[in-house]
């Protein structure tokens, strides 16, 4: 699996399936869900990610990827995903600067801006 982040499209992280599983695609989905779920469960519907439970011996940031065919449930390592979210988001747009981010001209029809 492999995490990506495009400064062009702030508001979302990109999961994608590598090898034998690449049929499953690349899925897309906010990157404020990815951070949250580093301390909290969130997400609803077909994206949801929880913390590390220490109490139950599991020290994975867990995502729950669910469409009409199927439920994956991915344990990804929590410190790794907290630095790349701070290296490699983070630094390109801060959390809270993404609506700042957009070229809105290029994503409304008809904004002259």
């Known amino acids: 699996m492999r995490l990506g982040y495009r400064s062009d499209d702030p508001m ?9 599983v690449a049929e499953a695609g690349v899925w897309q989905f906010a990157r404020d869900l990815l951070w ?11 994206i949801r ?19 009409r065919d199927a439920v994956v449930l991915i344990d990804l390592p929590s410190r790794q995903v907290r630095r790349w979210l ?18 809105w001209d290029s994503e409304l029809p008809g904004h002259t801006g």
């Open 12 to 20: 979302a992280v990109a999961l994608e399936f590598l090898g034998p």
């Open 36 to 46: 949250e779920g580093l301390e909290r469960p969130a997400g609803q519907g077909d």
């Open 49 to 67: 990610v929880w913390p590390p439970c220490t109490c139950h011996g599991r020290s994975a940031l867990r995502v729950m990827l669910r469409n």
């Open 86 to 103: 701070r290296r490699d988001t983070f630094a390109l747009v801060p959390l809270g600067a993404e609506a700042d981010a957009i070229d």
